[in-house]
């Protein structure tokens, strides 16, 4: 079917027929429309040849791509021809006239900034041919020219000085951890006097405390000593403190000292023959050999020290003490019972160090036998008693007499002057009064209180029960029912014996009744065994362990809920190291103690220690007789009757 329409129509007639479904073909001429084409042979007629809509639609739109496929090839290479032209003549530009395209910045390191360099080019540098070590020459670390103050880079000189301590502490630490043994033989447990000095850890220090009974009040508090090796005292104050016969330190010396050496107000809570004495007269004469000997230009200015005591007695053995120490000084005592003008003769002929009671040193000072314009080391030995004698007022007076100026600033951050010499004051008594405390208060900077004997305090959280047993039998089954109710809380306890046969022996009848999570620790044993079974109760794969008093001290082994002593010790020293197991780090802790007649020698100390902590005592402890007199001492006898008989 053929079909002329005119062009107005053309948009409907397509429309019709696409909606039809016939193929259609389109040829325009004369601006009229033939519709079909019978003449084509590779189409069927119209009429009779349904087709699909989108073969019509492309039919009327590739005519035109045609020519836009044309048109765009035809610009292209256009736009090809004008750019080759226009690169073209960029190259005779850039030839002739130089290229003036920006180019991009290349920052520059500060140290390659200043670096020197030689005019020809690095290719024609044939040194490092010659010789390897000009492959890398040493570069300097140039610090100048930053157009900074002084001509100093301060943040370049930081950097570096940070790096270079890094490096230098990291190669310390890894020198120290080869120096040091193996870590297998630094377990925890590890008592604090096999290791050395560098060795020790703050738990090591804690358990020495502990051992010693040393508590401290104040900041800045250095280290206790061990030993007098490492007291740092000079060499020939060593040598004396050898001749002198003195050993080991004791409790209030290992305290003392390292705080006097450091110049610290101390104030030490003591009891007499503690070792006090030597406590302050070290540091004393430490202090005293740095200064100038004392001459004819400065004696009439009064001693370096002075230390007030408040009997005669006690005075003079102090200088009996000091003179052993210091042979080369001169110490003169001023007490009463003897000629105060001899003894300020003697001061005047100049003295280092002033032994006095606190009456007859006033006196001297009101009567201008001495001054103590030098004086900035002053001791007051048991403070406590010349306060009870009425010296109050006296010990004020000497203490006044003293420069104020060299006083030490009572702020504790403020720095000191390192060319000034401040004043240091010692004081040790027993109690603390109050009259003791207000001399602390005015003439004291900064105290450390040092406090020998009070450690025990920490017991107060412990429950000391004693069990007096009459039957050797009997301990087995009363151990057994405290063990009951240490399972049944799931908690963990140490038994304590004294000997290691007695370890394997309750170890096997506590197993052969039932007590499978139980072990041993003893001295003899293994180490590997040792350490592998107390870390099995410190993770509480064992419940219970049993041991001897290896286990008493320096192993820290923490929420031990029960100490059981089956067998009582000899001294009421291991007795406190035992129980000191439980109750840590304020927790609270039972300890019960199983006590027969073959333990007679410590009942009176038992039952003291039980008194002092307000534990119970059983009635069989404290009407026993072993338990009122301490061993080795006679018992007070009554007083004899005075009568009065009349004969005739």
């Not at 959280?461 to 050797?472: A, W």
Request: charged share 30%; glycine share 6%; with cysteine.
């Amino acid at each position: 079917m053929t079909v002329l329409a005119s062009v107005t129509t053309l948009d409907d007639v397509l429309q019709h027929e696409i909606r039809r479904g016939y193929r259609v073909d389109i040829i325009a001429i004369n601006c009229n429309i033939l519709y079909g084409n019978p003449h084509n042979r590779d189409m069927p007629h119209a009429s009779s040849q349904p087709c699909n809509a989108a073969n019509a639609q492309h039919h009327l739109v590739s005519d035109d791509s045609s020519w836009k496929r044309r048109d765009r090839k035809r610009k292209g290479e256009e736009e090809g021809r004008a750019s080759r032209l226009e690169k073209e003549v960029e190259a005779i530009k850039e030839q002739y006239l130089g290229s003036n395209k920006p180019k991009k910045r290349v920052m520059i390191k500060p140290s390659d900034k200043f670096r020197f360099s030689f005019d020809w080019d690095s290719t024609e540098d044939t040194s490092r041919d010659m010789n390897p070590l000009y492959q890398n020459p040493h570069e300097a670390h140039i610090l100048f020219g930053r157009g900074l103050r002084a001509g100093i880079d301060r943040r370049e000189q930081k950097k570096l000085a940070a790096k270079q301590g890094r490096e230098n502490q990291n190669k310390e630490e890894e020198d120290a951890a080869e120096a040091v043994y193996d870590a297998f033989d630094m377990k925890v447990y590890r008592h604090w006097s096999d290791k050395k000095l560098e060795e020790m850890n703050d738990r090591d220090w804690r358990i020495f405390q502990e051992d010693f009974n040393i508590s401290y009040k104040g900041s800045r508090i250095p280290r206790p000593i061990r030993n007098w090796v490492e007291s740092k005292l000079s060499a020939e104050l060593l040598k004396a403190v050898k001749m002198a016969g003195y050993k080991k330190p004791s409790p209030i010396q290992m305290a003392a000292i390292p705080l006097g050496l450091q110049q610290r107000d101390i104030i030490g809570i003591a009891e007499t023959g503690s070792g006090k004495t030597a406590a302050f007269v070290l540091p004393m004469l430490d202090y005293i050999s740095r200064l100038p000997p004392i001459s004819e230009e400065n004696e009439a200015q009064g001693p370096y020290a002075v230390v007030l005591a408040p009997t005669r007695e006690l005075a003079l053995q102090i200088e009996r003490e000091t003179v052993k120490f210091a042979h080369y000084l001169k110490v003169v005592s001023i007490v009463g019972g003897q000629s105060i003008e001899e003894q300020g003769f003697r001061i005047a002929q100049g003295c280092e160090v002033v032994i006095a009671t606190p009456g007859r040193l006033n006196d001297c000072l009101e009567r201008r036998y001495v001054v103590l314009n030098q004086c900035n080391y002053v001791v007051l030995d048991e403070a406590d008693r010349m306060i009870d004698m009425g010296f109050e007022e006296q010990v004020a007076g000497v203490l006044n007499a003293m420069p104020s100026s060299n006083l030490k600033p009572k702020n504790e951050d403020e720095e000191l002057d390192d060319k000034k010499i401040y004043r240091t004051t010692y004081m040790f008594s027993a109690t603390m009064p109050r009259a003791v405390e207000r001399l602390a208060l005015k003439y004291l900077r900064n105290p450390v209180v040092v406090t020998i004997g009070t450690a025990g305090k920490t017991t107060d959280l412990i429950t000391q029960n004693v069990v007096m047993i009459s039957k050797e039998s009997d301990k087995f089954e009363r151990l057994k029912r405290l063990l009951d109710e240490v399972l049944r809380d799931r908690k963990t306890a140490i038994v304590f014996v004294n000997e290691q046969k007695s370890t394997d022996y309750l170890v096997k009848r506590l197993v052969k009744n039932e007590y499978h999570h139980v072990t041993s620790l003893y001295g003899s044993l293994p180490q590997p065994q040792r350490e592998l079974r107390l870390e099995g109760f410190k993770n509480k794969r064992y419940n219970v362990i049993v041991a001897t008093d290896v286990m008493g001290r320096g192993i820290d082994v923490p929420d031990v809920a029960h100490v059981i002593n089956y067998e009582m010790p000899a001294k009421i020293e291991t007795y406190t190291h035992r129980i000191g197991r439980t109750g840590r780090a304020g927790k609270t802790g039972v300890a019960t103690t199983f006590l027969t007649m073959q333990d007679t020698n410590v009942f009176y100390d038992l039952k003291q220690k039980l008194i002092q902590s307000n534990s119970h005592v059983p009635p069989e402890l404290a009407r026993h007789e072993a338990s009122k007199f301490k061993p080795g001492t006679i018992p007070d006898r009554p007083p004899r009757r005075n009568d009065t008989i009349f004969t005739h």
